[in-house]
């Protein structure tokens, strides 16, 4: 299995701003997924985009991947308070023993002020 | 509404003794994991259950056994806690099938050791 590097560790914007995150990771993979983590909603599943896929959206949220940089990059349009949390991805590959498990790093924490 | 629960979100315990964790899922889910999650090191897997009665190793199965009775329920059991397991214990579930199904995460269990 392999882990993602969420860049930067930490980002503080204003609400309504926009909040990009990204993230890095080693070897092939057969989706990418990304979950978000605070006290009140513990960790939530938020997007998943495969190996195929280059570009995903759902509500404010665009997950965009390159394969060939083993990159992908997590933006939130017009952020809220309430979208405060830890942001983890989770680069996920496919057979062996691995059962599709994840591994999370440090994540990016985000901050949005009122 | 989907719901992973776990049985105490706080629990304090004294080297040696014997502590369970209990999850259950209301999904009808076949795979069920347990992770830890730790400052500094991220989310590891402790063990994954894929069915009934089917359980394998993650990353960092030692010191722990898993039970998986029922479908709906997977028990983490360190059977001496030591203080090195002090932690936040995570427990997942996921429908069988496809790599990239979501997982859905339980609230937590904050485990201190003394």
């Known amino acids: 299995s392999q882990q993602g590097e969420e860049d930067p560790q930490a980002l503080s914007i204003q609400e309504g701003e926009n909040a990009t995150m990204n993230c890095s990771y080693k070897t092939s993979i057969n989706n990418l997924q990304w979950y978000r983590q605070n006290s009140g909603r513990g960790l939530v599943h938020l997007i998943l985009?495969?190996?195929?896929?280059r570009e995903k959206h759902s509500g404010r949220l665009r997950v965009t991947l390159d394969t060939s940089k083993k990159s992908s990059s997590l933006l939130i349009t017009a952020s809220r308070a309430a979208d405060t949390a830890s942001y983890f991805c989770a680069p996920v590959n496919a057979g062996g023993t691995s059962y599709g498990k994840l591994t999370f790093g440090q994540g990016t924490i985000l901050t949005v002020h009122p | 509404d989907v719901k992973v629960t776990q049985s105490s979100r706080y629990l304090v315990k004294r080297t040696g003794e014997k502590v369970f964790l209990e999850c259950v899922q209301d999904?009808?889910?076949?795979?069920m994991f347990w992770y830890r999650q730790d400052p500094g090191l991220g989310l590891r897997l402790i063990y994954f259950s894929y069915d009934v009665k089917m359980k394998e190793k993650g990353d960092i199965p030692e010191g722990y056994s898993v039970s998986r009775e029922k479908k709906e329920r997977f028990s983490l059991i360190l059977e001496s806690a030591s203080t090195n397991q002090t932690s936040m214990y995570l427990c997942?579930?996921?429908?069988?099938?496809?790599?990239?199904?979501?997982?859905?995460f339980g609230p937590g269990t904050r485990l201190t050791v003394l």
């Open positions: 985009i495969r190996s195929n896929e």
């Open positions: 999904m009808d889910h076949e795979n």
């Open positions: 997942a579930s996921r429908a069988q099938g496809r790599w990239g199904n979501e997982q859905f």
